[in-house]
């Protein structure tokens, strides 16, 4: 070796550099108490709901036998989510939302209380269940907002991307772990233990909730009404970015959603045996991604990562419905999850980083609205073409159309794939309050 030569940089530095890029980035849990908290929070609940979210559907399987009977809570669970959705985030703008999370969350506590009691009966009956199921779809709506718009709140604003992530995580290895987790629960020990369980892990949830601090609403926030809902409506129509992260939302769900018709892409391939992995297959790949993403946190163009992710979900779809073998199939849906996890960061980082802070709980009533409709319809569009032109055929022509339909939104809305959180106005006012406000909303001990 020439003396003269400079030395190559050491290997381990190289290295630590390369696992922070592909690690979670914990800056959130190591700056902010009550993300700690929230995020603790949300894990343990998320893991409860999957209990109730199996054992449901199996107790009206078991009182009724019909499929129709137990598709039915789907249709009883829409429109409040929907309605209260959209009323939740006006109080989210207008209240503490630490108060408003609390409340929803004892509330949802106390209507799995009434499905354990309604299951403990000699003859459990089914109306309640419906009942339940309604009002706890409208408790959902009123929670969600003031939950999603929490964490801006409580996280310093360089922070957002890596807290999305940590919550994605949770959320990801729950989507795998917790439906077995229930089916296991639910066939051995019945569903009124699954109740019982998820009772407790509502208590849990409420024991870490109350320690966040009060999240008191801005100065001057709009009282709660029809009109300040409106207004958050024309606030997201104003802007064409957001309206292009809700289109690309809706449009990828609408297309490439095909959960439904996954038992008979199972039997089409002859692999029966494949139905679970086939539901794990998206939230293992999006999992992955949310173990590795660390490089997000260096993203500045948002909007375009978000049209990249969404082109790579439509055409992971269209690879799985093309493939003629199970493995390969499995593959797609992973990417096609790993894809959507990127679609969902890229999302979540651009409503928090540049919707104003009275605006946001409003915000978060539109942004459940576009996911909350998208996968519905989409199960009915993968449903009918199933039947029109086969299985897989409306596998691979929804991800083709998911495809021209995400590059069509990117056209007609240069805004999205102008989005740099660097430069961009909102973003930058967003930004300014959020910094002078963090000295109080977000301490670090």
């Known amino acids: 070796m020439n003396v003269d030569e400079p030395p190559h940089p050491p290997v381990p530095g190289r290295a630590r550099k390369l696992v922070r890029s592909l690690t979670p980035d914990l800056s959130p849990w190591r700056s902010s108490r009550d993300f700690r908290y929230l995020w603790t929070s949300g894990c343990v609940t998320s893991f ?23 598709g039915l809570i789907g249709a009883v669970e829409l429109v409040p989510l929907i309605v209260f959705g959209l009323w939740g985030g006006a109080l989210a703008d207008a209240l503490d939302r630490r108060k408003l999370v609390l409340r929803a969350e004892a509330a949802l506590g106390l209507l799995a209380g009434l499905l354990l009691l309604n299951a403990l009966l000699p003859h459990p009956l089914l109306w309640p269940v419906y009942v339940v199921a309604a009002l706890a779809a409208a408790a959902d709506g009123l929670q969600r907002p003031a939950l999603d718009s929490l964490t801006p709140r409580v996280v310093p604003h360089q922070h957002l991307a890596a807290a999305f992530a940590l919550k994605s995580l949770y959320h990801n290895v729950a989507s795998i772990a917790g439906p077995a987790l229930a089916g296991v629960v639910v066939a051995f020990a019945g569903v009124q233990t699954a109740y019982a369980l998820d009772i407790l892990t509502f ?3 409420l024991l870490l909730l109350v320690r966040i601090r009060a999240v008191p609403p801005p100065t001057g926030a709009e009282r ?25 939302d809706t449009c990828a769900m609408l297309f490439a959603f095909p959960v439904a018709v996954f038992p008979f892409l199972a039997s089409d391939l002859g ?46 779809m269209a690879f799985a419905g093309l493939s003629e073998h199970i493995w390969l199939v499995l593959l797609g849906l992973a990417l096609a999850g790993g894809a959507d996890e990127i679609s969902g960061l890229a999302r979540s980082t651009m409503w928090n980083q540049s919707i104003p802070d009275e605006l946001r709980g409003r915000m978060a009533g539109v ?31 929804g991800g083709v159309a998911c495809v021209v339909a995400v590059v069509a939104v990117a056209a007609a809305l240069p805004k999205l794939l102008a989005y740099d959180d660097r430069t961009d106005p909102h973003a930058a006012a967003v930004r300014a309050a959020h910094e002078h406000a963090e000295p109080e909303a977000a301490p670090t001990t």
Do not use: C
Not at 48 to 70: D, H, N, R, W, Y
Not at 228 to 248: C, E, F, M, P, Q
Not at 368 to 396: C, K
């Open 48 to 70: 409860g709901s999957f209990l109730t979210f199996i054992a449901v559907p199996m107790q009206i399987k078991e009182l009724t036998g019909s499929s129709f009977a137990v």
């Open 203 to 205: 208590a849990v949830s």
């Open 224 to 248: 709660p009404s029809v009109q300040a809902v409106l207004n958050g409506v024309r606030y997201a129509w104003s802007r064409k970015d957001l309206l292009g992260t809700y289109a690309i």
């Open 271 to 316: 692999a029966d045996w494949a139905l679970g992995p086939m539901y794990a297959a998206s939230a293992l790949g999006a999992l992955l991604v949310g173990a590795t993403s660390g490089w997000t946190s260096r993203v500045h163009r948002h909007g375009r990562l978000l049209v990249a992710a969404a082109v790579g979900w439509g055409g992971a």
């Open 367 to 397: 942004e459940l609205l576009s996911y909350s409709v998208g996968p519905q319809l989409g199960q009915v569009r993968a449903g009918t073409m199933a039947g029109l032109i086969g299985v897989r055929a409306a596998v691979w022509t």
